[in-house]
């Protein structure tokens, strides 16, 4: 890759009347890997390259500058090494692959790609799997007795359970497991899991860092030498390398995420007190921070599929994260069936809260 274009190096500013001081993530997001030098573009470009002359970089390998851009980005506010996938699923697979753990202490509750990922590696022989409710930490403390690795997703994907990351980290490091974060809902703004201990933080960027619903990428973060270059491997030999115009929109997304995220959330909040007092809706989960809300519907599946039909401003749809408010019930998954057939989770946007409200409530009655 060539070394015409530094990324700007961030986190912290000193000037000649200021001690070095840290910039607050809502700056990191804005100017971290940005170029610098004169002349050179203000924002990192597109890089449409497979092959650098000379030096015998190859793109799989050693990577683009608009990836690099990106990671030097979501490293920074993570406070550790970011590396760029094709997508979250990508991201998690390197993780594992890269640690390869023997026994593995998952969340029964969470995003179901992983969860049957990790069931396939268990089918086939590779590993063993213990499903934990990871809100119950004396429930994790017990089952990671010889395990070697801590999945946590936390807030969980669909009922929003909040894991104690601080307890779960020191648990982690008692028994030797190294412990692996799938922050996606909380994005790097509201949590940093590598702060309590996490060995790898990883990310759909696809989700909130994306923000427009028009890419897939993934992201593992970690702040120790061996593991990057064991993640570096993962993808160099699985091949997962993100788009460059993908690396490209998930940066740009991010220079606007906290500004989304502040609106979504405001939103939310909105919503869930509304949800709570309305008398066709049984049980809000909130974590009291985030743009996830998931309820469940009193009239149970029925009841939530009418919402999803009826909805027109809000969106009926899988993914989340987006600028847009996506809603879906879960259940009709074969991968979450074991969660409540009446509950909706909803990705609240940045849309007026008086519209949002109006279409939600018009289609709960
Ligand atoms: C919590 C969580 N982790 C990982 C993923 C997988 O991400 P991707 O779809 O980018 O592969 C998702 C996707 O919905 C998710 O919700």
Same mark, same amino acid.
């Given at each position: 890759?060539?070394?015409?274009?530094?990324?700007?190096?961030?986190?912290?500013?000193?000037?000649?009347?200021?001690?070095?001081?840290?910039?607050?993530?809502?700056?990191?997001?804005?100017?971290?890997?940005?170029?610098?030098?004169?002349?050179?573009?203000?924002?990192?470009?597109?890089?449409?390259?497979?092959?650098?002359?000379?030096?015998?970089?190859?793109?799989?390998?050693?990577?683009?500058?608009?990836?690099?851009?990106?990671?030097?980005?979501?490293?920074?506010?993570?406070?550790?090494?970011?590396?760029?996938?094709?997508?979250?699923?990508?991201?998690?697979?390197?993780a594992i692959y890269a640690l390869a753990p023997k026994v593995v202490v998952f969340?029964?509750?969470?995003?179901?790609?992983?969860?049957?990922?990790l069931?396939?590696y268990q089918?086939?022989g590779h590993l063993e799997l213990r499903p934990v409710?990871?809100?119950?930490?004396?429930?994790v403390a017990a089952a990671a007795e010889g395990a070697d690795m801590v999945w946590v997703?936390?807030?969980?994907?669909?009922?929003?359970?909040?894991?104690?990351?601080?307890?779960i980290g020191?648990i982690s490091r008692a028994v030797g497991a190294t412990m692996v974060v799938?922050?996606?809902?909380?994005?790097?703004?509201?949590?940093?899991?590598?702060?309590?201990g996490a060995t790898i933080?990883?990310?759909?960027?696809?989700?909130?860092?994306?923000?427009?619903?028009?890419?897939?990428?993934?992201?593992?973060?970690?702040?120790d030498?061996d593991v990057?270059?064991r993640?570096?491997?993962?993808?160099?030999?699985?091949?997962?390398?993100?788009?460059?115009?993908? #690396?490209?929109?998930? %940066?740009? *997304?991010?220079? $606007?995420?906290?500004? !989304?995220?502040?609106?979504?959330?405001?939103? &939310?909040?909105?919503?869930?007190?509304?949800?709570?007092?309305?008398?066709?809706?049984?049980?809000?989960?909130?974590?009291?921070?985030?743009?996830?809300?998931?309820?469940?519907?009193?009239?149970?599946?029925?009841?939530?599929?009418?919402?999803?039909?009826?909805?027109?401003?809000?969106? #009926?749809?899988?993914? %989340?994260? *987006?600028?847009? $408010?996506?809603?879906? !019930?879960?259940?009709?998954?074969?991968?979450? &069936?074991?969660?409540?057939?009446?509950?909706?989770?909803?990705?609240?946007?940045?849309?007026?809260?008086?519209?949002?409200?109006?279409?939600?409530?018009?289609?709960?009655?």
């Open positions: 890759m060539s070394a015409s274009a530094p990324v700007c190096d961030h986190g912290a500013v000193s000037t000649d009347d200021s001690p070095t001081r840290t910039l607050s993530p809502n700056t990191i997001a804005v100017t971290a890997g940005r170029p610098v030098g004169p002349g050179v573009p203000l924002n990192q470009p597109i890089v449409l390259a497979s092959n650098y002359r000379d030096t015998g970089d190859y793109t799989r390998t050693q990577g683009t500058e608009t990836w690099v851009a990106l990671e030097d980005a979501i490293g920074a506010l993570e406070g550790g090494r970011a590396l760029a996938f094709s997508s979250g699923m990508a991201a998690a697979a390197a969340p029964s509750v969470s995003y179901m790609g992983v969860r049957a990922l069931a396939e089918e086939r409710d990871v809100t119950d930490t004396a429930a997703e936390t807030p969980t994907n669909p009922t929003l359970d909040v894991a104690d990351l601080e307890t020191h799938d922050s996606t809902f909380a994005t790097p703004l509201l949590q940093r899991p590598l702060e309590h933080v990883m990310h759909s960027g696809t989700k909130f860092i994306g923000g427009h619903s028009d890419l897939l990428i993934g992201l593992c973060v970690t702040s030498d990057y270059e993640l570096v491997k993962a993808r160099t030999f699985q091949g997962a390398t993100p788009g460059a115009l993908e #690396a490209f929109l998930a %940066l740009r *997304g991010l220079r $606007t995420m906290p500004l !989304r995220l502040e609106a979504s959330q405001r939103n &939310a909040a909105t919503l869930v007190d509304r949800l709570r007092a309305h008398r066709a809706v049984a049980v809000v989960n909130y974590p009291g921070l985030g743009a996830m809300v998931s309820f469940v519907m009193k009239g149970g599946p029925t009841a939530a599929d009418a919402v999803c039909e009826r909805v027109q401003i809000i969106v #009926a749809a899988t993914s %989340l994260g *987006g600028v847009e $408010t996506t809603i879906e !019930r879960r259940q009709k998954y074969a991968g979450d &069936a074991h969660v409540e057939p009446g509950l909706l989770r909803m990705s609240v946007g940045i849309e007026d809260i008086n519209d949002l409200w109006a279409d939600l409530s018009a289609a709960l009655r």
